[in-house]
Nanobody, 116 residues
Framework: QVQLVESGGGLVQPGGSLRLSCAAS??????????MGWYRQAPGKPRELVAA???????NYKDSVKGRFTISRDNAKNMVYLQMSRLQPEDTAVYYC????????WGQGTQVTVSS
């Protein structure tokens, strides 16, 4: 069974930075051919896609994070990363990774809180 484990969240002041990591594991599993994404869910709001990366490395971002967030991947390590900079209070949410089809079991997520 495939497991996704997100880490790297925390409390940061507005304007600060964080780097999130997502580790995918499972017997014989590889993210190599998968389009991956980072999602977030703020209290009372639906889960939304904020950044995506194709199997070929092309990226796409939600408008509100363009120029501030960078998604990357390391297929050899089955890892997906999200570098976040110039964080704003509205970025506060639990962050998750999954495929673009959301077809893997969700991990526990990692909490990002942006507050002074």
């Amino acid at each position: 069974q495939v497991q996704l484990v997100e880490s790297g969240g925390g409390l940061v002041q507005p304007g600060g930075s964080l780097r999130l990591s997502c580790a995918a594991s499972g017997s014989g599993f590889s993210i190599y051919a998968m389009n991956m994404g980072w999602y977030r869910q703020a209290p009372g709001k639906p889960r939304e896609l904020v950044a995506a990366i194709t199997s070929g490395g092309s990226t796409n971002y939600k408008d509100s994070v363009k120029g501030r967030f960078t998604i990357s991947r390391d297929n050899a390590k089955n890892m997906v990363y999200l570098q976040m900079s110039r964080l704003q209070p509205e970025d506060t949410a639990v962050y998750y990774c999954n495929t673009d089809l959301r077809n893997l079991n969700w991990g526990q997520g990692t909490q990002v809180t942006v507050s002074s």
